[in-house]
């Protein structure tokens, strides 16, 4: 019986049972910041419908962070770095480039709206003024304008929600379930899945769901070209905030402070309507695109692996000790 949970031949938990563990602590994590911050500040904040959501995003960025480095050292035996979070003197030139793709995503699909009508633009919303950290409300109000301040926390926001959801989908979830499937089942899985939990978001639809399959897709080209998670999270961040914050299309469902006002025009399935571009069909031979895009920025940084995915020699920790595997 032993067996079915552990590996004879690796000594650990089998795949499985190691993203329930991670999953498990992941949840424990969460609901303990919650529950402490609830402690400490009398709630989570809802003085907008930014805040709270805010909150939520940073406090579960930092328990998936713990979770997998736990599940990591302690149930993989593994390395973060053969997450695919090597670090190297192009990983910041890489994540830049991963941004610029997305930018150049955005400026494309905006492009084919207007030549198909299904966008108009009402003008450029830009502010003085910065955040005011006096109270909650005071805090919620300052944002709802634009400015130098907001944009800085839109973005810092951006990077939060892609840095956890980069780390587990096309980190850890996507590496412990190749290791106990295939890549190619692991891939298809983790794309599903990604996919999918945004049917959840305001305003999604099955159309959204479906195309945000085909994003998840795109994001495991950048890892399998790169072989490191980088390329992926570059673009992540690149697509919401040039989505959403640059552009004012919502962010997969969600609204945010935006610099360029535009209107979705037309039916959904084309404009992208209250959900984002995610829910249109214009965003089909944009992401074509970005698929070549990918590789060509891949190769002119040097970070072409030639789809080696899980070829990287990862680190093994037994008994406190680090080894290559044979």
């Known amino acids: 019986m032993r067996n079915w949970f552990v590996n004879p031949e690796e ?70 770095a053969s997450l695919g979070l090597f670090v190297s003197k192009r990983t910041v030139p890489t994540i830049i480039a991963g941004f ?36 909650w409300p005071a805090f919620s109000a300052s944002i709802d304008a634009m400015n130098w301040g907001t944009l800085g926390l839109f973005f810092f926001i951006t990077v939060v929600v892609s840095w956890w959801e980069e780390l587990y989908f096309r980190g850890y979830f996507l590496r412990n379930l190749a290791e106990g499937t295939s890549f190619l089942i692991a891939a298809i899985v983790s794309g599903v899945i990604f996919g999918f939990i945004h049917i959840t978001n305001p305003n999604a639809t099955v159309l959204s769901a479906l195309i ?31 989505q959403g914050v640059v552009l004012d299309y919502n962010a997969s469902g969600n609204d945010m402070t935006s610099i360029i006002g535009v209107n979705p025009v037309g039916p959904d399935w084309l404009s992208g309507g209250d959900f984002g571009p995610e829910n249109s069909v214009l965003i089909l031979p944009v992401l074509a695109v970005a ?28 008994d406190g000790s680090i080894q290559q595997p044979d």
Do not use: C
Not at 17 to 39: D, E, H, P, Y
């Open 11 to 80: 000594d650990r938990l089998r795949a499985g049972w190691r993203l329930l563990v991670m999953a498990a602590v992941l949840v424990a994590l969460n609901l303990a910041l919650q529950t402490g911050f609830k402690a400490l500040n009398g709630g989570i904040p809802d003085a907008s419908r930014y805040v709270n959501t805010a909150m939520l995003i940073i406090m579960m960025a930092i328990a998936m962070t713990l979770s997998v480095i736990f599940a990591r050292r302690y149930l993989d035996r593994r390395s973060l």
């Open 100 to 135: 610029l793709i997305s930018g150049a995503m955005a400026a494309l699909f905006v492009g084919l709206a207007y030549l198909f009508g299904a966008v108009e633009f009402t003008g450029i919303a830009w502010g003085n003024g910065a955040p005011d950290f006096s109270s």
């Open 212 to 242: 945000i399959v085909i994003f998840s897709f795109k994001a495991l080209y950048g890892v399998m070209v790169t072989n490191a998670i980088w390329m992926s999270f570059g673009m992540h961040v690149g697509w919401n905030f040039f």
């Open 291 to 318: 698929f070549v895009l990918i590789k060509l920025a891949a190769k002119a940084l040097g970070e072409d692996r030639g789809h080696d995915i899980g070829q990287a020699e990862p680190v093994v920790v037994r």
